[in-house]
């Protein structure tokens, strides 16, 4: 195919994407936010002493919430259904996921809870480490979640922090025929064997699917032991390697793209949310990682686990300059 014809049908492709992810319906994230303090150091710490940060900053977090985030800045309707204490912190999360455009009527402060917070420690090649306190006293019944908007949407997105809450929303997203997305973080065994059968797509972190399956060698043997479990698409995130997921019969792998990495915090949370953005506007599993993988590259290329967000004009422009690794 000549460059110009190439050039000509990537076009058509773009305004097909720009189209379908405009027009999307609404989608819902369903788990945790946090509230990161955030440092950036030229190396990470080892041991004990002390170490001089170049720059500090602090904002919302949490692999649902900034999943939310990142529909919201790509130009999607979302709703954030989560818990945090009626805290400092609490309130500060529901303002700025508010004024990204987030709809946070599901978010809800619990009086006498603590919400969750995490130090994130960055460095100067974007690598980062974090501890977290995943809050107290948060009640985890999930009755009071407004279940009635999940037959509205396009995808149910989940993180495997609030168990019982993400089991409700997926539970009725299966019974209205409402595509589900669960971010695969590390968690206990016994959470994904409640949510995988409730699950169309489970995307896994490499350590949360090396945690679920530890006895089985490789990745591929631990997908395969996923969709046995009764998700229809088992993945698993490889960071600057792309992604690679399996819906049965063979292995399907999107590289990852080549970028200078400033900060890779929130990059899978990221992912997350474009995926579910994607496959709710109805593009194919394939073009939908792949798009995912194109803005988690490019959060990566700015500081802040929010602040690099790009929108959607961003991505469809830059999906023809990436080189993938």
Known sequence: MANDERAALHQRMRGTLQQRLSAAPPL???????????????????????????????????????????????????HFWGRAGDDAAGHAMADELRALGVD??????????????????????GERSIVNFRGAALPDDAAWLPLAVVAGA?????????????????????????????????AEPAVFDALLPLCDYAVFSQPGLAGYAPGL????????HALARGCRVAAVTLGERGVVWSDGPALQRQPGFRVTAVDTTGAGDVFHGA???????????????????????????????????????????????????
């Open 28 to 78: 819902v994230c369903v788990g945790l936010t946090a509230y990161d303090l955030t440092w950036e150091v030229e190396t990470l710490p080892s041991g004990s002493g002390k170490s001089r940060a170049a720059n500090f900053r602090q904002g919302g977090g949490g692999m649902a919430a900034n999943a939310a985030a990142a529909v919201a800045r790509l130009g999607g309707r979302v």
């Open 104 to 125: 946070v009527s599901g978010l809800r402060l619990f009086a006498g809870a603590r919400s969750s917070v995490s130090g994130v420690v960055v460095d100067a090649q």
């Open 154 to 186: 396009g995808a149910v997105l989940g993180d495997v922090r609030w168990p019982a809450g993400v089991a409700a929303a997926f539970a009725t997203a299966r019974r209205a025929g409402v595509l589900t997305v669960l971010d695969g973080d590390v």
């Open 217 to 224: 060698g490789d990745d591929e043997a631990r997908l395969r």
């Open 275 to 325: 995926l579910a953005l994607a496959l709710a506007a109805g593009v194919d599993a394939a073009e939908s990682f792949r798009f995912a993988a194109a803005v988690a590259a490019l959060k990566c290329q700015q500081p802040g686990g929010r602040a690099g967000i790009p929108d959607l004009p961003q991505v469809l422009a830059a999906l023809d300059q990436l080189k993938e690794s």
